[in-house]
């Protein structure tokens, strides 16, 4: 910590700035900082909004606060909440996000404070490495994780539309269980190193997880095909299959790694569009992916 930072209690002071753990009265108040600073961002730069109304940020906030595997931060200046961020803890590697400060309270030193804040939680349990998926047109926030020790890993273009109903030869689809949970965390060790087994268990649990197939044997999984979620298979074709079953792209869309020139080839000759181009960092701990994937918003 820098000399101007001081604890007490869970509670860091930074700058005249106090950084404490959300708590789930929070929600509502976050939720309308979240979409505005969103919004602000997005508008300045004639972008798409994120969340389509306060509520439904609102809604994100109080998902995140009322459950377990969820580490959350808010900052407080002069007796009002002007930020918030969170570290998603449910697997080895820890993804930060989402990070937002009041459009009034930004240019300061909220947006760092917040970050060392879930940083030092990392740290405190032991994470073998940290991750974060950034807006590619908001300069401000890359120079902030570059001070901070992250590394550029991968340019990922957003991409939103109908999915292609087609069928793929030789690929099943259905909804995966409990019983594919050793063998989908087995996929994600091989092809990148660590599982992610508690986003998978709560997409099981919810029913958004997906398992694809070719011959009896196990291609790939997903945990939705939508913002907030993940996939990984062996081959292009077997993640082509799980992108054709979906009936829609949640949230703001599917993040496509751009330099997987085939699987963004298909997606694009086949309707969907580029919303945005986004970069995935990390800081810690890192292999180069095997297979085919998409990121999450978190990693």
């Known amino acids: 910590m820098e000399d101007d930072v001081t604890i007490r209690d869970d509670v860091t002071i930074r700058d005249g700035v106090t950084i404490r753990p959300a708590v789930p009265e929070d929600a509502a108040e976050l939720g309308r900082i979240c979409y505005e600073a969103f919004a602000a961002i997005a508008d300045a730069h004639r972008f798409p909004r994120d969340f389509p109304s306060p509520e439904v940020a609102a809604g994100l906030m109080s998902s995140m606060l009322g459950r377990s595997g969820f580490f959350g ?9 002007v930020g918030s961020n969170f570290l998603d803890e449910r697997s080895a590697i820890a993804g930060v996000g989402p990070i937002t400060v009041d459009p009034a309270a930004q240019d300061g030193s909220v947006g760092r404070a917040l970050m060392e804040a879930v940083l030092a939680r990392a ?4 994470a073998p490495g940290v991750r974060l998926v950034q807006v590619a047109y908001h300069n401000r926030s890359f120079a902030l994780y570059a001070k901070l020790g992250f590394a550029v890993r991968e340019p990922l273009a957003c991409l939103q539309g109908r999915p292609p109903r087609l069928e793929l030869p ?10 594919d949970r050793e ?3 087995a996929l ?19 029913g958004s997880a997906l ?16 913002f907030f979620a993940h996939s990984v298979a062996r081959e292009n074709e077997a993640l082509e299959a799980l992108i054709c079953s979906a009936t829609e792209l949640g949230g703001p869309g599917i993040l496509v790694p751009a330099r997987n020139a085939e699987l963004l ?3 694009l000759a086949h309707g969907l569009r580029v919303v945005q181009l986004m970069t995935l960092m990390t800081r810690g701990w890192y292999r180069e992916p095997a297979g085919a994937y998409l990121c999450s918003i978190k990693y």
């Open 170 to 179: 030789g690929y099943g689809v259905r909804p995966a269980t409990e019983a």
């Open 188 to 206: 994600c060790r091989e092809l990148h190193g660590k599982d992610r087994s508690g986003e998978l268990a709560d997409a099981i649990a919810a």
């Open 73 to 81: 931060v808010v900052a407080e200046s002069k007796g009002r909440l």
């Open 265 to 267: 080839g298909f997606c």
């Open 211 to 226: 398992a694809v197939e070719r011959g009896g044997e196990l291609r790939g999984y997903s945990t939705g095909l939508a």
């Open 183 to 185: 063998a989908c965390d």
């Open 123 to 126: 740290e405190e349990r032991q």
